[in-house]
């Protein structure tokens, strides 16, 4: 059974930080490209950040220069550094392990809540 389980959102000042965390399991985690979503009610999902299997990042122009996307292998774990938060950032994160293998897998995990709040 694939799981991939989010925690580290909450509630920080503008201008603080947050480190989420994915753990994902019942995957051969090394071979996913991994990549972390955020959507506000109402609104579309959009990608934040991304990480390929072989280290390669992207980032939504949003972000850049705030956020770090980076993964674990050994601990089948992908990670979101963001800094220097706003009150846009607010938005329920979710992370997404993909990969097309003769067929494509893709999961998500269930969210976290980020609020950028004073």
């Known amino acids: 059974q694939v799981q991939l389980v989010e925690s580290g959102g909450g509630l920080v000042q503008p201008g603080g930080s947050l480190r989420l965390s994915c753990a994902a399991s019942?995957?051969?985690?090394?071979?996913?490209?991994m990549g972390w979503y955020r959507q506000d009610p109402g609104k579309q999902r959009e990608l934040v950040a991304s990480i390929t299997s072989g280290g390669s990042t992207n980032y939504a122009d949003s972000v850049k220069g705030r956020f770090t996307i980076s993964r674990d292998n050994a601990k089948s774990t992908v990670y979101l550094q963001m800094n220097s938060l706003k009150p846009e950032d607010t938005a329920v994160y979710y992370c997404?392990?993909?990969?097309?293998?003769?067929?494509?897998?893709?999961?998500w995990g269930q969210g976290t809540q980020v609020t950028v709040s004073s």
């Open positions: 019942g995957i051969i985690f090394s071979v996913y490209n």
């Open positions: 997404n392990a993909d990969v097309t293998i003769l067929t494509r897998y893709n999961y």
